[in-house]
């Protein structure tokens, strides 16, 4: 039997349901998947739609193209830049995202394959089960940008990594490796390339197959803990998008076209 397409208003990713298991597929072969504006809150709802479809007992979240997710097109983050009501749109999806993906009652897998950013990034590690080859890059880079990590850092990294270890990867935009996440928590578990996908694939059947009110209770309980962090992810996600509106991200966009070390001034 063909898998079920979802209808989505978005090229960036598709989402086929077939045997219990709902595919989010990010990108195309051959390209680096990216969100634009349409794309970014199409991300952000299909939580809630998934959760609520009938036929979905899990998900996993893998990609067709060359990495994970580079998180938002350059245009995306001009837009944000330049005006209030992008900046406004985009922080109600952000926040949909990472509560969708908190309250989802179906387990979700990532299989990471390679670099993962922005919202990206936040999909990977807000998975239940977080699946990275060793060479992956898993890089949250606010802060070179000259805007607060908001996305979702402030909500699971303390929590998978312990604070110490959260604030020199989110404070220097450390670039952490999948054999690196592996070992400090921030990912359940690395394998080589070539095993990423039966790995995953055998990981989402197998969850498919279990009770669906052990995964469903047993997840809700866990993210509480999650739940405890989320008003200090709702500051860290205003304060990103504040920054937005200031002189630093200017630079830090700037610098990085120009591939340059930024020079911010703040606000002072």
């Known amino acids: 039997m063909s898998p079920r397409l979802l209808?989505?208003?978005?090229?960036?990713?598709?989402?086929e349901i077939a045997?219990?298991?709902?595919?989010?597929?990010?990108?195309?072969?051959?390209?680096?998947?990216?969100?634009?504006?349409?794309?970014?809150g199409e991300l952000a709802r299909i939580w809630r739609l998934l959760d609520a479809d009938p036929e979905v007992r899990a998900i996993l979240v893998r990609s067709e193209g060359k990495g994970?997710?580079?998180?938002?097109t350059p245009e995306l983050v001009a837009a944000l830049v330049e005006h209030e009501a992008d900046r406004l749109r985009v922080m109600r999806e952000a926040r949909e995202l990472v509560v969708g993906m908190i309250d989802c009652d179906k387990p979700i897998v990532s299989a990471i394959n390679g670099a993962a950013v922005g919202a990206g990034l936040a999909v990977a590690l807000l998975a239940d089960v977080s699946v990275a080859v060793r060479g992956a890059?898993?890089?949250?880079?606010?802060?070179?940008?000259?805007?607060?990590?908001?996305?979702?850092?402030?909500?699971?990294?303390?929590?998978?990594?312990?604070?110490?270890?959260?604030?020199?990867?989110?404070?220097?935009?450390?670039?952490?490796?999948?054999?690196?996440?592996?070992?400090?928590?921030?990912?359940?578990?690395?394998?080589?390339?070539?095993?990423?996908?039966?790995?995953t694939r055998d990981l989402a059947a197998r969850l498919a197959a279990s009770s669906p009110?052990?995964?469903?209770?047993?997840?809700?309980?866990?993210?509480?803990?999650?739940?405890?962090?989320?008003?200090?992810?709702?500051?860290?996600?205003?304060?990103?998008i504040l920054g937005f509106a200031g002189r630093d991200v200017r630079e830090g966009l700037a610098a990085l076209a120009e591939r340059r070390a930024p020079d911010f001034k703040g606000h002072a």
């Open 137 to 199: 890059k898993l890089i949250d880079g606010h802060t070179r940008l000259g805007l607060a990590a908001g996305d979702h850092a402030v909500a699971i990294w303390p929590l998978l990594t312990g604070m110490a270890r959260a604030k020199q990867a989110l404070l220097l935009c450390d670039t952490i490796t999948g054999e690196e996440a592996e070992r400090i928590g921030l990912v359940s578990r690395c394998v080589e390339a070539d095993q990423l996908d039966a790995v």
């Open 7 to 15: 209808p989505l208003d978005t090229e960036d990713f598709r989402v």
């Open 213 to 240: 009110t052990a995964m469903a209770w047993t997840k809700r309980t866990l993210n509480h803990w999650l739940r405890a962090a989320l008003p200090a992810f709702e500051h860290s996600l205003a304060l990103e």
């Open 19 to 40: 045997d219990g298991i709902a595919h989010v597929v990010l990108g195309r072969p051959g390209a680096m998947p990216v969100t634009d504006a349409r794309g970014h």
């Open 68 to 72: 994970f997710c580079a998180g938002g």
